[in-house]
């Protein structure tokens, strides 16, 4: 195969292969090795390269056949184990390596949860440049089928026939890998897909264009209709919600994981909490019996109404929900900022200049901010020390195992 056009024969050839001892792994869930070359300004001295291999780990000696070298870097396939790390595994899945859904199946899960760690607390110092220690990530309850929400696609059908159903492989934008069955996905979802995949192809002819679809487990069963009310049990709280709308989707952890922010959030005296994107009220009415007051703030008056539903029907009398534009998140809030806590649950891309612009502005005595994307909560918390709060915990929370997703908790309060 010849190389691309573009391709920059420096340090090494077109699929040149080399061995290469994997010694930590990126935030993405790629093994990063160190070689020495001669240096590009003078070849009489040696420096050290790195380069990356998906599907590697630390304590591997590999062989990898090089396909792009960049600026700093080179990229390479994994051809051979040939001395495999002492926490290499089998995975669980036949297709783990081909289906772009799980990074770490070849990972024993404890290792799994020491890199988390180490990738936050690497995030936190070179993204936020703040030196401060990490808390071991709490593992989830289950390792395996714990994915209450799965969402297979399928390309626009070619000659009336579907032809893969399932996820984008490793590393390609557009190729779809057919996976007929997923051991992250809940009993309840890998029951129902083949009946889903069946129905999908003989019907093939009516789709006009790629489909995504939807399969939620509600009350022991697999709900397929985006509109369709999905039901979510949360210790002894029961949450409804639209099964197409975002929720977690690990339900197996959310108590512990609600029960820390709480922790967190009431420490200290606070009396009132705001939950700034509250969705349909899961942090707001999960902590409501540790304040006097609760407010949810949403800029969906659809998730607004869902949140003052699943109130009503818990029984939560000390929460109120609005609905609010971005630019006046905090304009009907009349809690003593002194007193109260704020709780922070962005999507994946953070929270913009305007929301933080009337956080601070707000200035309540404690943040607690959870994040999907450690990387834009690193980001963020920048700008909250420039604003005077002090950190005091990073907590991260396995939400997703076997991948290389993870949920991160960041408490701060308010400097004198």
């Not at 390309?155 to 557009?174: C, D, S, Y």
């Not at 009431?266 to 006097?292: E, H, P, R, T």
């Not at 994946?348 to 612009?357: M, P």
Request: glycine residues 6%.
């Amino acid at each position: 195969m010849r190389p691309h056009k573009k391709f920059v024969p420096f340090p090494f050839e077109y699929h040149q292969e080399i061995e290469v001892t994997i010694e930590s792994l990126s935030n993405l869930g790629v093994g990063i090795a160190k070689v020495d070359i001669p240096s590009p300004e003078n070849e009489e001295e040696m420096t050290k390269w790195v380069v990356f291999v998906p599907f590697s780990l630390p304590g591997d000696k590999v062989r990898a056949r090089i396909f792009r070298n960049d600026n700093n870097c080179s990229q390479g396939d994994l051809v051979e184990v040939i001395e495999p790390s002492p926490h290499r595994i089998e995975p669980k899945c036949e297709l783990f390596g081909e289906c772009g859904g799980c990074q770490y199946q070849h990972l024993d899960y404890s290792t799994q949860l020491e890199w988390k760690t180490q990738q936050v607390g690497e995030l936190l110092k070179h993204m936020a440049n703040i030196d401060h220690d990490v808390q071991p990530a709490i593992a989830s309850p289950r390792q395996w089928n714990y994915r209450s929400k799965l969402t297979p696609h399928f390309n626009k059908p070619k000659n009336g026939q579907i032809e893969a159903i399932g996820f984008l492989r490793n590393g390609r934008r557009n190729s779809i890998l057919d996976v007929p069955q997923c051991p992250i996905a809940m009993e309840e979802i890998n029951d129902a897909l083949p009946h889903l995949r069946k129905e999908a192809q003989l019907n093939a002819k009516q789709y006009k264009k790629g489909v995504t679809m939807l399969m939620r487990v509600t009350e022991g069963r697999v709900e397929t209709n985006h509109r369709a009310i999905a039901t979510e049990q949360v210790g002894d709280l029961s949450f409804n919600f639209l099964a197409g709308d975002f929720f977690q989707n690990n339900p197996f952890i959310l108590p512990a994981f609600t029960e820390y922010v709480a922790k967190q959030a009431s420490m200290n005296g606070a009396k009132y909490l705001v939950d700034a994107y509250c969705g349909s009220g899961l942090f707001a009415l999960s902590l409501a019996s540790s304040f006097d007051k609760v407010a949810g703030v949403e800029v969906s008056e659809t998730s607004a109404d869902w949140a003052r539903a699943n109130a009503r029907q818990n029984n939560i009398g000390n929460a109120t929900f609005m609905a609010s534009s971005a630019e006046a998140i905090f304009e009907d809030i009349d809690f003593p900022a002194d007193e109260t806590a704020v709780v922070i649950d962005p999507p994946r891309k953070g929270c913009n200049e305007e929301f933080l612009s009337q956080l601070f502005a707000f200035g309540p005595s404690r943040c607690v901010y959870v994040s999907c994307n450690p990387s834009t909560q690193m980001r963020d918390l920048q700008e909250f020390i420039k604003a005077g709060y002090i950190l005091e915990e990073v907590q991260p929370f396995d939400l997703f195992p076997q991948t290389r997703h993870l949920e991160c908790v960041a408490v701060l309060r308010k400097g004198k």
